[in-house]
């Protein structure tokens, strides 16, 4: 029987982590505290977040003291009188809170909890924030790990952090596949559930409990803010009209910071950011995950003060209000709420275990919910292209060069003797010398890398179109397809060689090449020499590396694990990624 690379692929490894094997044993660094820059990139002045803890309390202690001293004067007690925290600028509702929104706002906490958990277990797997296209070393703002090191060659790999188990999901390093699986399914879910409270919000009335009517607004939340802040508290007035700092509060949350999520996720997608043009500018990917995470800290702070406060204001009659519709000081609406918590507390404490016995059904649950909208967003089909002055100084380096020897010969050679292989459903399989793959037609293009890490870089590729290579093979009718296989063996002990599935729309795309240059000059080794696949619709790992074959296939189903590639295999990745 004919040897085909698809026999060094690795099959039936299991579908459950093995904390020794998974993404190469990489040892498990826990995640420093955050820290932040002080003052412009060129000073290297780094402070940790737990400044912030004696700021807080010592801004805490300020801000009582001033707000007692200010309703000692006859003028802020007088504007107190004339702006209570209720009035005309948003007329009271005699109907409560409806089921339809105390189910709402319980899904949409128990769906925001878990993709906290999943959103800081993806930051954890590049932990830097800049606000350069570029992701320069040195240049980010906030960080949960030391300085890059520039003495050596450093990967993005290595850049990843572990978390506890208890808040990432799962909390081991490198896991940002079945992280993203957690994130996008609840995304798909948030957002949905957001989609039915801005209907029924319209629908119903009860927007006018958290938009105001009028520019009263104003002085009321001023007011009920100095009277939170020196602890004298107004009157609890939730069950009919917010008072002006809650209705503020919720407006922001559910029309500022919501959609603002959802807006700075997206910006992030390699399609959607190549349809807009954002790889470069003011609104590049880099400044829309700052924002993103920036959003989140919003989120974080508002479920601190609302759970404070709703204890703080008559708890029994609050947790009645949003538990059972009711408004009275019964202990029904705290034991509704405890058991809300105790499921969702058993449901976060479960979440990692059992994404770690079980990665390969997150994968296919998460397949099943989102694959749709993840096929619907490739389909956008962008064109990107950016300028010479906008390629990075500098370029992660991620995957680890192949150290066979038929490689290694190859690379002292110059890559003289090397020849691609193209074959399965095709015409005309054929090998194709460099020099030949050369001497065919040439395209540049200058574009972003994302990667699935969430790091960025713009490098100026030189090769030949993919569509040209069909052009001379002749794919069958059924090819569907197209697999390329590297030299590169999938890190971990025992794993076969590293490949990946493309659909074959994309390799009709203009800006799917081959590439043999990269900003000018021959492909370095570290980059993927001699030949590295970009297919831009796509994340960064799909573009394969030291490309030694090509083959056109009807289905992947045969191929490793039958996940569509080695990072789909062995760490869970999604097979369609074109965000």
Known sequence: MKHTFADELTRNAGDSI???????????????????????????????????????????????????????????????????????????????????????????????????????????????????????????????LGPVPLDREYHAKEDTVALPGWLGLPGIRHSIGLARWWHFVFDTLWLANGIAVYVLLFSTGQWRRIVPVSFDVIPHTISTAIQYLSLDFPPPSGWLQYNGLQLLAYFTTVFIASPLALITGVMQSPAIAARLHLATGFLNRQVARSLHFLVLGYFLLFIAGHVVMVFATDALNNLNHMTRGTDDSSWTGFFVFALIMGITAVAWMAATPLTLKYPRKIQHIGRWIIGWLLDGIEKLRPVSNYQEKDISTYFWVNGTAPVSDEYKKHLAERFRNYQLNVGGLVAKPMQISLAQIRAMPHFEQITSNYCIQGWTGIAKWGGIRMKDIMALVHPHPNARYVVFYSFAHGSGKGHGLYYDAHKIEHMQHDQTILAYEMNGKDLPERHGAPLRLRNELELGFKSVKWVQSVEFVESFDHLGQGEGGFNEDYEFFTTRNPI
């Open 18 to 144: 093995d904390l020794k094997e998974f993404a190469g044993g990489i040892p498990q660094e826990m995640a420093r505290f955050p820290e932040i820059r002080i003052g412009p990139w060129w000073v290297t002045t780094r402070q940790s977040l737990l400044f912030l803890i004696p700021l807080g309390i010592i801004g805490a202690i300020v801000a009582v003291l001033t707000a007692r001293f200010l309703r000692t004067l006859p003028l802020i007690q007088q504007f107190i009188a004339a702006y209570p925290g209720t009035g005309s600028f948003a007329p009271p509702l005699a109907d409560g809170f409806p089921l339809w929104l105390r189910a709402c706002h319980w899904l949409n906490f128990f769906l925001l909890l878990f993709m906290i958990r999943s959103g800081i277990q993806i930051l954890a797997d590049h932990p830097r924030l800049y606000l350069n296209p570029g992701c320069t070393p040195g240049s980010e703002w906030f960080r949960l």
